[in-house]
């Protein structure tokens, strides 16, 4: 008895260990993990990209939000992360000339550490998972060349291309 009650109890301390956590989503290969969090983050603007029809909303953790908020983006504060969440767009069902978000294609982020992310040049971690599998994207630490290198056209803006869309000021 005393002994089935021990395997019990270790059996529902391993369960809520596992479900405690970080994700069932792999890391990315550069060892990113997956910020399980994000959509619950708060919009900084949206884009839409009129030759791959592609509609994007781009989102940020708390530290991105209030330096968005306080227009202090150049340089961003390490500890900002920036994600962008892009979808197929569609025809909105009710409404012809309107256009919404259809499949979804890809969930992807900027980490800002200047000291941990020195190294690459940009002071900030990339990683991208795709799908609603949400598998790592790229197949070593290098894929983020990639990301860095299309960005670099905005490197005096901090690597960042979107600006903060604007809103009225609130009055609380
Ligand atoms: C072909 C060029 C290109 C590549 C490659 C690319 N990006 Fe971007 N990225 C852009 C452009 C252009 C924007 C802004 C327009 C938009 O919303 O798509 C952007 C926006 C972003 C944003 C929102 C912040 C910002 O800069 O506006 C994030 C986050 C981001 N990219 C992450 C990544 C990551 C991570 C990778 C690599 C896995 C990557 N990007 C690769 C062109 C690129």
């Excluded at 994207?137 to 983020?144: E, K, Q, V, Y």
Aim: proline share 6%.
């Amino acid at each position: 008895m005393q002994r089935s009650i021990h395997f019990l109890t270790l059996l529902v301390l391993g369960i809520s260990t596992a479900q405690a956590g970080s994700s069932s989503v792999p890391p990315a290969p550069n060892g990113i993990e997956f910020p399980t969090d994000y959509s619950d983050w708060r919009v900084i603007s949206t884009s839409h990209r009129i030759d791959n029809k592609t509609m994007r909303v781009i989102l940020g953790n708390d530290t991105a939000i209030e330096a968005a908020r306080a227009g202090k983006t150049n340089p961003w504060p390490d500890g900002a992360v920036i994600g962008k969440i892009v979808w197929k767009q569609t025809e909105a069902a009710d409404w012809k000339t309107a256009i919404a978000p259809g499949k979804f294609v890809h969930a992807e982020f900027m980490f800002k550490d200047s000291k941990k992310w020195a190294a690459n040049g940009t002071g900030w971690g990339w990683a991208r998972w795709v799908g609603m599998d949400q598998k790592p994207f790229g197949t070593d630490a290098n894929f983020s060349q990639a990301c860095i290198t299309c960005h670099a056209p905005v490197k005096d803006r901090d690597w960042v291309f979107t600006t903060p869309a604007m809103l009225p000021v609130m009055h609380k």
